[in-house]
Structure formats: C-alpha cells, structure tokens
C-alpha cells in the first residue's frame, strides 16, 4: 500500500503564498502522473495540476501564472506553490498518484484558507 502524506496547507491573507508538500512512500522516478486536486465545500473535487512522467505539467485555467508543480525525485515529493493566492482558492487540497497496473493513491487532505 502506497502512502501519500501532505504538508503545508494552512491561513494565508490573499495575496499571499504557500508551498504544498506531497512524499510518497514510494519512488515517484516511475509515476504516470502526480498531481493536486482541490474539493472547496459543496463542490466537486477538481484538478489544480498534474506532472507526468515525463516531466510534462499541466494547470487548470484558473491556477495558470500563479501555481507551479514541481516534483524532487531523490525524496519522492511533489510540491505545489502557490502564489497570489485568492478566497476562491480556499479548498482541500488532495495529493493524487498513481503507477502502471495501480489504481492510483490519495493523500489524506490538508486545508488551505485564503482570507483577511
């Protein structure tokens, strides 16, 4: 069983930053695709960003410019920063990986508030 385990979540004013933190208990050199979803309360949980094996990322239109996703594999973490945060990014954030022949993994959330 693959752990996902997320950090950095928390308040910030708007405006401001934060850096997200996914390590997984397994080595990320070999993922299909790693990424962030966020569910904000009576929404459906949707995709921030996502790199694949490749290096290759992608954004959801409204993060474009702001967010950027980056993955280290020596510690097999991704991270998510997120710049000029807005109240509309205020969700739980979900760290999501999977693998050839896996169903894929979820981390356990952590909550970003963005308010004054």
């Known amino acids: 069983q693959v752990q996902l385990v997320e950090s950095g979540g928390g308040l910030v004013q708007p405006g401001g930053s934060l850096r997200l933190s996914c390590a997984a208990s397994r080595t990320i050199f070999t993922i299909n695709g790693m990424g962030w979803y966020r569910q904000a309360p009576g929404k459906q949980r949707e995709l921030v960003a996502v790199?694949?094996?490749?290096?290759?990322?992608n954004y959801a239109d409204s993060v474009k410019g702001r967010f950027t996703i980056s993955r280290d594999n020596a510690r097999n973490t991704v991270y998510l920063q997120m710049n000029s945060l807005k109240p509309e990014d205020t969700a739980v954030y979900y760290c999501?990986?999977?693998?050839?022949?896996?169903?894929?993994?979820w981390g356990q959330g952590t909550q970003v508030t963005v308010s004054a």
């Open positions: 999501y990986a999977d693998w050839a022949g896996t169903a894929g993994y």
């Open positions: 790199i694949i094996r490749s290096g290759t990322t």
